[in-house]
């Protein structure tokens, strides 16, 4: 950050009055090397705002090899709309092997989805955050019961490296479903054809189902567990406690 006085707490609380475009512009102003976690409708919407005030900023995927077909013609389709290069981050071959030779391919459905999304997704972020100073996100606050009270911006103390700092950016924390999508029409921003399928929060094509009338987007994912255990490390280090 760009003055050491101020501190986090102030910037947030400044922040969160603030619209997601801006919140975009003050993270890229203050870190150069800055990068958008890419996967769904949420973060399409961040590539959109973010190209208005870098261009060419770093923009990554994580590829579970596990995704369904729309999915990998959707981020290609997102690439050639923006012209911009996307980078895909893999699971180490190594740890997936071991996993899906001792454990099978869906050993999620026995004993719960952390230990494959650890495999997966958690360790392949890892390895990017390790080469950035900052990164922005899509989560927003009413996705599910553990993201109600995530802040605009952080310190991600999940994913730093060892003796240093990595900021963490929500810039739509505070917008809802309906938000995010009358921006996507009004900016008519492609988007993943599985959503008009009846899928609303897009992962893994074994862990993901479409939703009923009326049923909460998360509980498509990971729909054979609890609502509170819908995470899968990418943000759980990260998000407070909810006020009681």
């Known amino acids: 950050m760009n003055d050491p006085l101020i501190s986090l707490v102030d910037i947030e609380q400044k922040l969160q009055q603030e619209s997601p475009q801006k919140i975009i512009k003050y993270a890229l102003s203050q870190f150069e090397n800055i990068a958008i976690s890419f996967s769904g409708a949420e973060d399409v919407v961040l590539i959109e705002m973010a190209r208005n005030y870098r261009p060419d900023v770093q923009i990554f995927c994580l590829d579970t090899g596990r995704l369904h077909s729309e999915t990998y013609r959707y981020l290609e389709k997102v690439r050639k709309h923006y012209g911009i290069k996307i980078e895909i981050m893999t699971p180490n071959s190594e740890a997936l092997h071991k996993l899906t030779t001792e ?67 929500n810039p739509l924390a505070n917008w809802t479903s309906q938000d995010v999508w009358a921006y996507i029409r009004m900016c008519e921003i492609p988007y993943n054809e599985l959503h008009e399928k009846g899928f609303i929060s897009i992962g893994c094509e074994p862990c993901t189902r479409p939703v009923g009338p009326n049923q909460h987007e998360r509980e498509g994912r990971w729909w054979w567990e609890e609502a509170t255990k819908k995470e899968c490390g990418l943000h759980s280090g990260n998000i407070p406690s909810p006020k009681i």
Do not use: M
Not at 112 to 132: D, I, M, N, S, Y
């Open 103 to 169: 454990k099978g391919l869906f050993s999620f459905y026995e004993d719960g989805h952390q230990e494959c999304c650890g495999v997966r997704k958690t360790e392949p972020l890892r390895r990017k955050l390790a080469t950035v100073d900052a990164w922005i996100t899509g989560q927003r606050k009413d996705q599910s019961p553990t993201r109600a009270e995530i802040p605009v911006i952080q310190n991600d103390t999940l994913f730093a490296r060892p003796e240093a700092t990595l900021t963490k950016f």
